[in-house]
């Protein structure tokens, strides 16, 4: 099955800074990742996701990247402020693109922006 | 995205009772949902993919006995968590897809203490 490894556990970025979290991925019929910003007692939100047909894909401060071959794919954060801290969850799907295929989620990153 | 809700958001009860979650897809149909659940400071762990008119499908190690899952219409599966035990405490989450069926989304959650 698949496999989703996330790194760093946790980051720390000065307010303004960008933050990166990278996650890989095993199965190379994967062909979906959403990425999703968990806040505490709360459930996920979907902030951003990305299909294998593209590279990039961007909205406003959040950007998400994904290289196939070496089967990795990074969210991007710019110009980061107090509300982005959070954990944040990468996940990846494989097989056909419907919604009753599982994800596999990464162990997350907790991310801390310092004013 | 889609809005997704549940009901209760908390819960206490006794241990040996039972507790029925309700997760309701507020904006589009959904034959199929997940339940997760969540331990504090860790990843989700798919329990079980709710069906729309069949049986639930159930992650190796979750008891299908003990955690009963309905998925009765469109818009409505219930999660009933039989005999409770302290450790079955936890944050259970369920999501459901939106618009795109590739797109999951998810509810608020429901923080479940067993006494």
């Known amino acids: 099955g698949e496999n989703v490894e996330q790194h760093p556990s946790t980051l720390s970025v000065q307010e303004g800074d960008s933050a990166v979290i990278k996650c890989t991925y095993s199965?190379?019929?994967?062909?979906?990742f959403p990425w999703y910003k968990q806040e505490l007692g709360k459930g996920p939100q979907l902030i951003i996701d990305i299909r294998s047909n593209v590279g990039e894909k961007k909205d406003q401060r959040i950007a998400v990247t994904l290289n196939k071959t070496a089967k990795h794919f990074s969210l991007h954060i710019t110009e980061t402020q107090p509300e982005d801290s959070a954990v944040y969850f990468c996940?990846?799907?494989?097989?056909?693109?419907?919604?009753?295929?599982?994800?596999?989620f990464g162990t997350g990153t907790r991310l801390t922006i310092i004013p | 995205g889609a809005v997704v809700s549940q009901h209760p958001s908390r819960v206490i009860c006794k241990s040996g009772t039972s507790v029925k979650i309700e997760c309701r897809s507020l904006d589009f149909q959904a034959t199929t949902m997940f339940w997760y659940r969540q331990f504090p400071k860790q990843s989700l762990m798919l329990m079980a993919t709710?069906?729309?008119?069949?049986?639930?499908?159930?992650e190796q190690g979750v008891e299908k006995d003990k955690f009963l899952i309905n998925h009765a219409s469109l818009t409505l599966s219930t999660l009933t968590v039989t005999s409770a035990h302290p450790e079955d405490s936890s944050f259970y989450i369920c999501s459901a897809p939106g618009r795109h069926s590739y797109e999951q989304y998810f509810g608020p959650g429901t923080r479940l203490t067993v006494t």
């Open positions: 709710s069906n729309e008119g069949s049986k639930a499908t159930y």
């Open positions: 199965d190379s019929a994967s062909n979906y």
């Open positions: 996940a990846a799907r494989g097989g056909a693109n419907f919604g009753n295929e599982k994800l596999t």
